[in-house]
């Protein structure tokens, strides 16, 4: 019996230590794998200056494409396919990107000593002086940076690169956020004064109109604005898309259920979707309509909170956000009909890709006029 005891007592401490081992070699290869890709993104960012760098020497118009097609069969020659002429291009167009967050750089001392060879002296200086040089800080794949570098607007690039970083989105996901002019809408959707901490902190989530998108970007659905469909063929829809839904949503959103029932007055009432907030700690009530907005439906979605904030949150949790998707809303009807201090919001959403330039254009007029106010 002793035996047996001993044994179980063995296996325990071999399976704890199996755990450990397991979870610092895990994360071991996480750390080495990061590392191996901050480090292609920053030779590449490189690679980039030098090539602008050596460009600048010359006339540009003779520098042309011979000198890199040149260097792109040279470099692969030596290391692979990973340096093709498109390559080099992408690399240089990626420093002229990003060179701006270059706040400095440090010299690199030389190698060589007078008597033609090295020493540790020197080799120290060297790796000392790559360590202090000041790159951008990348923190994402090169694929990511491929779609990255191709915006224009610096801010709305810090933001996404922001958001990419801490969602952990894949490079579809980032492709599909940039699509949909998800910095544009994010920055409609806000007080004036709090559009530039998208830049600097990516989205805040702090209040509940910070979870608000106008519109909702809903096109991942298939479903064809002119065509007719119901509010539960649109919920069925989410559904089946409910990943890329809760994408859309934002930061922070875990699904609990459809068409969630409870009872009052002998009465019972159904709320489309429900889901919960942890960043809020806050249930979110989701009534969809394909309508235009009416204050019925405003008034609805009232009692649905209040029921949840009386009857279902618990006392560590924050009041209860309800949401209004709709097709068609009147912000004038919804500041009458609501009291000013309801947890109650109504966004628009669309079935197709929002006019990226309509969006900046709206936006560049939106900061013009509010710059314009603070003078």
Known sequence: MLDIQKKDTENERIDALFERISALIEQARTFVYSSVNVAEVKTRFEVGRYIFEDEQQGERAAYG????????????EKYGKDWSYDTLKRCRFFYRAYENAVIGSTPLPQLENKTGGTDNK??????????????????LQW?????????EN???RSFYEIECTQQQWSVEELRRQVGSSLYERLSLSRNKDEVMRLALEGQTIEKPADIIKNPLTLEFLGLKSEAAYTES????AIISKLQDFMLEMGKGFLFEKRQKRFSFDEQNYYVDLVLYNRYLRSFV??????????????????????????YVRLPHENPTIGILLCQEKNDALVELTLPKDANIYASEYSLYLPDKALLQRKLKEWIDEYHENKK
């Open 65 to 76: 494409r011979n000198v890199l097609r040149n260097l792109s069969s040279k470099l692969t």
């Open 122 to 139: 020197d080799i120290t200086n060297w790796g000392n002086a790559i360590a202090s040089i000041r790159l951008p800080r990348f923190t």
């Open 143 to 151: 694929s990511h940076y491929l779609v990255l570098m191709r915006i």
């Open 154 to 156: 610096i801010e709305a």
């Open 233 to 236: 063929k649109l919920e069925n």
């Open 285 to 310: 009530l989701i009534d969809l309509k394909i309508d235009k907005l009416t204050h019925q439906d405003l008034g609805q979605m009232q009692m649905y909170v209040n029921y949840y904030d009386r």
